[in-house]
């Protein structure tokens, strides 16, 4: 069984940044083919994918909405991953979610991750 816990989220004028976390636990991340991703959910939308990372070759992909102002990186020794989100827009405005599943390939359905954590809210303000 895997935990994820989210934490860093919270309020933020337009323009500024976060960085969330994810702590991983239940397994060693760092030798297994897994990825981890993070997703959104805005109030009255669907959940949205963001971006993800390989545990072993640290390899990302991110959505086009935020390429080139998030950037996702991973401590092996921590079991964490993290997700520095820079130049933010009200529209960035979510609950957002990291996921785990097993393998390598990228992938931005929801529905493929196995693991959830519960969620850290970010509010951009205009």
């Known amino acids: 069984q895997v935990q994820l816990v989210e934490s860093g989220g919270g309020l933020v004028q337009a323009g500024g940044s976060l960085r969330l976390s994810c702590a991983a636990s239940g397994r060693t991340f760092s030798s297994v083919s897994m990825s981890m991703g993070w997703f959104r959910q805005a109030p009255g939308k669907e959940r949205e994918f963001v971006g993800r990372i390989n545990w072993s070759g640290g390899n990302t992909f991110y959505a086009d909405s935020v390429k080139g102002r998030f950037t996702i990186s991973r401590d092996n020794a921590k079991n964490t991953v993290y997700l520095k989100m820079n130049n933010l827009k009200p529209e960035d405005t979510a609950v957002y979610y990291c996921?785990?599943?097993?393998?390598?390939?990228?992938?931005?359905?929801?529905?493929?991750?196995?693991?959830w954590g519960q969620g850290t809210q970010v509010t951009v303000s205009s």
């Open positions: 996921a785990t599943r097993s393998g390598v390939r990228i992938t931005t359905t929801p529905k493929e991750y196995d693991y």
